[in-house]
Nanobody
Framework: QVQLVESGGGLVQAGGSLSVSCAAS????????MAWFRQAPGKEREFVAA???????????DYADSVKGRFTISRDNAKNTVLLQMNNLKPEDTAVYYC???????????????????WGHGTQVTVSS
């Protein structure tokens, strides 16, 4: 199991920007596939974005339609961290954001909770209107 600790988040007005970061344990972070999910009050947890390790030094990214063009996922292998930069935030982006990891390549998109064995505890993002 990979240990994940999220940080960042907070309160921002609609149209603003915020970032959340996730620090992962392990010596082979560069080969992890990392993702962000979120859960709004009264709703099921949903996929937000993934940074997939395809193999060698090749990576790919995936985004939910609702965040495409506004959110960017990136990673820093030297620091074992993955970042979700969120721009032009909307009230409907309000949720607890969870970091997730799998220690395997993902040649194809992986957007399901079952695809990720390791999870962080989540960090709150609140967007006011």
């Amino acid at each position: 199991q990979v240990q994940l600790v999220e940080s960042g988040g907070g309160l921002v007005q609609a149209g603003g920007s915020l970032s959340v970061s996730c620090a992962a344990s392990g010596d082979t972070f560069k080969s992890y596939t990392m993702a962000w999910f979120r859960q709004a009050p009264g709703k099921e947890r949903e996929f937000v974005a993934a940074h997939r390790w395809i193999g060698s030094n090749v990576y790919s990214t995936d985004y939910a339609d609702s965040v495409k063009g506004r959110f960017t996922i990136s990673r820093d292998n030297a620091k074992n961290t993955v970042l979700l930069q969120m721009n032009n935030l909307k009230p409907e982006d309000t949720a607890v954001y969870y970091c997730a990891a799998r220690t395997a390549r993902a040649i194809d998109s992986v957007t399901g909770e079952a695809d990720f064995p390791s999870w962080g505890h989540g960090t709150q993002v609140t967007v006011s209107s």
